[in-house]
């Protein structure tokens, strides 16, 4: 469409402005369509006679209307190019517009069926895990690995219904069936706060404001709780065992795991394909 407006308003500009700067161009351009205009009306006034001698001086009329536009067309080419832009070009575009573009649908690759995630799916509702204290998200494991941690949105009402219920069957799978007890680092997150991210480099996020699912409450940043401290550490064997199932169980729940693109981020999973 920019191209396409590009184009139009160039030979725009060149048509208007070869017209407004030599003379012979407009007297040109003023004659050929006056000597068009005189033709059509004969061919008008021709058909009207009817008879087949009324046709055959239209079709004469019509054949010099043509061969008058022909001598046109070789006499001034650049007239010739930039008036059939201007009545080709707004249809093109129209129909271009028309053409309905079908967006990938951000579903996940199939992946192998949890059983008891597809039996939770199937009806059971949960609810969200009280909130845990402040300082949980302030110790020097936690910052040294997400500086920024303590300041985000754990609310999970401002979450997506069933992003939620995903998560938290993810949670409880994770828990009941491996003993991992899990914690929300970050749900919904603003804007403003994805642009501080962005801001700070693309080892935190490359995704701007709106190109996040954080920003529709489709997304979380999940970690590990141990002996009431919260486990972030990929160094830690422990956790990224975790990581590995919790990346299973998110994708048997119909999620996608950030464990598994380029810039690995094992702790994220969001629901795509989706706006609220």
């Not at 067309?73 to 028309?98: D, E, F, H, K």
């Not at 709106?210 to 409450?217: A, D, L, V, Y």
Request: with cysteine; net charge positive.
């Amino acid at each position: 469409m920019f191209l396409l407006s590009m184009l139009l308003l160039f030979v725009t500009a060149c048509v208007a402005g070869w017209l407004l700067v030599f003379p012979a161009g407009r007297d040109l351009a003023g004659a050929a369509l006056l000597r068009l205009g005189r033709d059509a009306d004969r061919v008008r006034q021709g058909i009207s006679m009817g008879g087949v001698q009324a046709l055959l001086s239209a079709g004469r009329a019509a054949h010099a209307v043509l061969a008058r536009a022909g001598r046109l067309v070789q006499r001034s080419p650049l007239l010739t190019v930039g008036c059939a832009a201007l009545v080709l070009v707004p249809p093109l575009t129209a129909l271009l517009l028309a053409v309905r573009t079908s967006l990938p649908s951000g579903a996940t690759p199939a992946h192998a069926v949890n059983e008891q995630v597809a039996e939770l799916l199937r009806g059971e509702r949960l609810a969200a895990p009280p909130s845990l204290p402040p300082t949980v998200f302030t110790t020097a494991e936690v910052t040294l690995v997400r500086p920024q941690v303590a300041s985000a949105n754990r609310n999970w009402d401002l979450l997506d219904a069933d992003f939620t219920q995903r998560l938290l069957l993810v949670f409880k799978v994770m828990r009941d069936q491996y003993g991992y007890e899990m914690v929300l680092l970050e749900g919904y997150r603003s804007p403003e706060r994805q642009n501080r991210l962005a801001d700070a480099g693309g080892h935190v996020t490359n995704a701007r404001a709106f190109q996040s699912w954080h920003q529709f409450g489709l997304a979380g940043d999940c970690a590990f709780l141990r002996n009431g401290k919260v486990v972030i550490s990929e160094k830690d064997p422990w956790a990224m065992r975790g990581y590995e199932l919790y990346g299973q169980v998110a994708e048997a729940a119909g999620l996608t795991w950030g464990g598994r693109w380029k810039m690995m981020d094992f702790g994220h999973v969001e629901l795509r394909g989706r706006r609220r």
